[in-house]
C-alpha cells in the first residue's frame, strides 16, 4: 500500500471539499450525480500522488460512485419536492437499470484503467455535442419505449454509468429528452436514477477491488474512504442549492451547462489518456 506524504495529504484535504461544492451543485442542477468533476479531478490527483496507473481510474470511479449515494439521495429529495421525478419511470426502469450496473461493475474490474478512460472521454464527448447543437424538437419518439427495448436501453444506462462513475442524468436526461420528456421532469428523474446506480455500482468496485494491488491507504476496495469523507459533506449540502437554481433556470441555459461541464470533462480525460 503506497503511503502519501502529509505535505500531499493536506492539500488534498482542503481542494477535495471545494470540488465536493462544486459536484452538488452541478447534481442538482443537471442531474448527473456530481461523477462528472469528481472522476476526472481524482483521477488526476490520484496521478500527482502517484497511484499506479493500472488502478488509478478505477479508484476514481468507484469513490465517485461512492459520493453519488449521498448526493443523489438529496438532489433527488429536493425534486421531488417540486413534483419534478417521475415515479412510474422509476419503477419501470429500475430492474433493469440494476442489471445494467451489475454487468458494468462486473466488466470495469477487468478492464484496464486506459480503456476506462477512454470509455469516460468518449462518451462524454458524444454526449456534449448531442446537448450543445442539439434540437429541443428533435425526437426519436413521442413516448419511451417498452418491452425488450425498454429493458435493454435501462441496462445500457446503468452499465455504461457505472463503469464511468457518474450518476445516470450523463444518459437519462438526453434519453429523456429525446422522447419528449420535458428537461426540468427529466433532470430530476435522472438524480433519483443516480440513486439506483450509485448502491450496487460502489458495492460492484468494492468486491472487484478487493484483492487489488497498490491500493491508496483507506480504501475498501476500489473505493478510497478519505475521498468519500472529504467530497461528501460539501457536494450534499450544495445540492439541493443546485435543484434549486435549476427550477429558476430556463432550458437553453440548462442545456447548455450540461454541455459545457460535458465536454471540458471529455478534454480533460482525453488529454490524460494520450499523454
Known amino acids: 500500500m503506497p503511503s502519501w506524504p502529509l505535505d500531499q495529504v493536506l492539500p488534498l484535504a482542503i481542494a477535495l471539499p471545494l470540488v465536493g461544492i462544486a459536484a452538488g ?5 443537471l442531474g448527473v450525480g456530481g461523477g462528472i468533476v469528481i472522476v476526472p479531478v481524482l483521477y488526476h490527483v490520484f496521478t500527482v ?7 488509478r481510474m478505477h479508484v476514481a470511479v468507484g469513490t465517485s460512485l461512492a459520493t453519488i449515494i449521498a448526493t443523489s439521495t438529496s438532489s433527488w429529495r429536493s425534486h421531488a419536492r417540486k413534483g419534478a421525478v417521475d415515479r412510474d419511470l422509476l419503477r419501470s426502469w429500475g430492474p433493469f437499470i440494476l442489471v445494467g450496473v451489475a454487468i458494468g461493475s462486473l466488466a470495469a474490474g477487468w478492464v484496464k484503467g486506459p480503456v476506462l478512460t477512454g470509455i469516460f472521454a468518449g462518451f462524454a464527448l458524444l454526449v456534449s455535442l448531442h446537448m450543445a447543437f442539439g434540437r429541443p424538437e428533435w425526437r426519436l419518439g413521442h413516448s419511451l419505449p417498452t418491452g425488450a427495448a425498454k429493458a435493454g436501453l435501462a441496462a445500457l444506462i446503468g452499465g455504461c454509468s457505472a463503469m464511468m462513475g457518474i450518476g445516470g442524468g450523463t444518459f437519462a436526461v438526453p434519453t429523456l429528452t429525446l422522447f419528449g420528456t420535458p428537461i426540468h421532469r427529466a433532470v430530476g428523474t435522472a438524480s433519483a436514477i443516480g440513486l439506483i446506480i450509485g448502491i450496487p455500482g460502489t458495492i460492484g468496485f468494492i468486491l472487484t477491488g478487493w484483492n487489488a494491488a497498490q491500493l491508496p491507504p483507506f480504501s475498501l476496495g476500489y473505493v478510497n474512504l478519505l475521498g468519500v469523507a472529504a467530497i461528501l459533506p460539501t457536494s450534499m449540502a450544495a445540492a439541493p442549492w443546485g435543484a434549486r437554481l435549476a427550477h429558476s433556470l430556463d432550458t437553453r441555459l440548462l442545456r447548455r ?6 465536454f ?11 499523454n
Open 264 to 274: 471540458l470533462t471529455s478534454l480533460r480525460m482525453a488529454y490524460g489518456l494520450l
Open 25 to 29: 451543485l452541478i447534481a442538482g442542477l
Open 49 to 55: 500522488l502517484g497511484l499506479d496507473e493500472a488502478i
Open 257 to 262: 451547462a450540461f454541455a459545457v461541464f460535458l
